[in-house]
């Protein structure tokens, strides 16, 4: 079975400055890779993901994450953050084949941002 | 577009009662899973729906149970609820099969037992 860890589970940055929240994953067979952020009393919302190719994904919001096999990461970085970004992170990884294709989360990273 | 509707958003029920969750999915999607949040368990897989088929099924007890009608639409059901099924209860859909255009999560409904 799939695992997803996330080693920071607070990461307080100040505004403007850059931040990469770190997410490693555990699988024997191929996945894909998903960022999700939570922010207070709503759902997750898809931020990027991996499924094949360039193995850099970025969203429009700035944020960018990098998949790599060797290390088993797939950390999100973002170059300068905003108060906005405050919001819980979830990695998530998923089978790329098979029947169990459901969502393996790690435990979330809450990031906030000070001014 | 309307996003994923889930209602109701707030619950609250007593020990011993039963629930019915309801989620309508974005329009065009057929794949429909559901997850539990909770501060100590984390995000939890619990089932997931395509075409009115329980394709897969998370590590929970019998007591949770789902169904997804010919519209996409998914309810789920919790009976004899217990203290530990206080949770924030998500549903996400997608268009493709398997989430791998990934998954648009509803707002949630967050059952509180009591």
């Known amino acids: 079975a799939q695992s997803v860890t996330q080693l920071d589970s607070q990461v307080p940055v100040f505004e403007e400055a850059p931040v990469e929240l770190r997410c490693n994953y555990s699988?024997?067979?191929?996945?894909?890779l998903f960022w999700y952020v939570q922010y207070p009393n709503q759902g997750l919302q898809l931020l990027l993901k991996?499924?094949?190719?360039?193995?850099l994904v970025k969203s429009i919001n700035g944020f960018e994450a990098e998949f790599n096999k060797s290390q088993t990461s797939f950390h999100l970085r973002k170059p300068s953050v905003h108060i906005s970004d405050t919001a819980e992170y979830f990695c998530?990884?998923?089978?790329?084949?098979?029947?169990?294709?459901?969502?393996?989360f790690g435990s979330g990273t809450q990031l906030t941002v000070l001014p | 577009k309307a996003g994923v509707t889930q209602t109701p958003r707030y619950l609250i029920k007593t020990r011993g009662q039963q629930v019915t969750l309801s989620c309508s999915p974005i329009?065009?999607?057929?794949?429909v899973s559901w997850y539990q949040q909770t501060p100590g368990q984390g995000l939890q897989f619990l089932f997931e729906?395509?075409?009115?088929?329980?394709?897969n099924k998370g590590n929970f007890p019998g007591r949770f149970s789902g169904r997804q009608f010919s519209n996409s639409r998914s309810e789920m059901n919790v009976s004899t609820l217990e203290l530990g099924d206080s949770a924030l209860y998500l549903c996400?859909?997608?268009?493709?099969?398997?989430?791998?255009?990934?998954?648009?999560f509803g707002s949630g409904t967050r059952l509180t037992v009591v």
């Open positions: 996400a859909s997608s268009l493709l099969d398997r989430g791998v255009d990934g998954y648009t």
């Open positions: 699988s024997s067979v191929s996945v894909y």
């Open positions: 991996y499924l094949s190719g360039s193995t």
């Open positions: 998530a990884v998923s089978l790329s084949s098979g029947s169990a294709r459901q969502l393996t």
């Open positions: 329009s065009g999607h057929r794949s």
């Open positions: 729906y395509f075409s009115e088929t329980q394709r």
